[in-house]
């Protein structure tokens, strides 16, 4: 799945915790906008849905995290909490997409994340065929409209952002590997 998609599902999460605790809402929309990134940094440093990507152990402070939130409800503990549950989130939902690669319709790289747990690479289930294919538009959309109806300011906007972000990105996403190949080859 594409990032922006990772993002809106991590403001999703903080949107839910806003319906319950409306003074922890900000702070756990922020949260979970860092933590639907933050595993995508390992394109950066690192093997990428390997390095940063845990599906089955990002949960374990997850649940450790929630825990304390619910002991300590804070804006601090809320931001924690949802981000923590975000990266698991994002990290297990891989899964559902294209395995690395970047052409990923044409399905030449089976492995979509890697099972630090099971030590293996989780195979590809392509429920979204690839990052920027027009399901994953629509699952961004999707989670969205929870977003935009419990946020107003500055995350309702950051969100809308993301989704148009998304949009020109999936129009666009099948030319764009004639231009990184160079790079990443």
């Known amino acids: ?17 806003a319906t319950v605790e409306p003074t922890l809402g900000t702070a756990a929309a922020v949260g979970g906008a860092i933590g639907g990134a933050a595993p995508d940094v390992d394109l950066f440093v690192g093997q990428h849905r390997r390095t940063l990507h845990a599906p089955a152990l990002l949960f374990v402070p997850a649940a450790l995290a929630a825990g ?15 981000g923590f549950l975000a990266a698991a989130v994002h990290s297990a939902s891989d899964a559902l997409g294209a395995g ?6 044409e399905r030449t790289n089976p492995d979509a994340v890697y ?14 065929p690839y990052d920027g294919a027009p399901r994953d ?18 995350i309702r906007w950051l969100t809308l952002a993301l989704v148009a972000g998304a949009g020109v990105y999936t129009a666009l996403r099948k030319r764009l ?5 160079p790079i990443v080859e």
């Open 1 to 17: 799945m594409m990032a922006p998609t990772h993002v809106v599902v991590g403001l999703a999460l903080g949107a839910a915790v």
């Open 68 to 82: 304390f939130v619910l002991a300590a409800p804070t804006p601090l503990s809320a931001a924690v909490a949802v």
């Open 100 to 105: 690395e690669e970047l052409r990923p319709w």
């Open 115 to 128: 099972c630090h747990v099971a030590g293996r690479w989780l195979r590809a289930r392509y429920v979204v």
């Open 137 to 154: 538009f629509l699952v961004t959309a999707a989670f969205a409209v929870p977003v935009v109806l419990v946020f107003s300011g500055s």
């Open 177 to 181: 590997p004639k231009y990184f190949e």
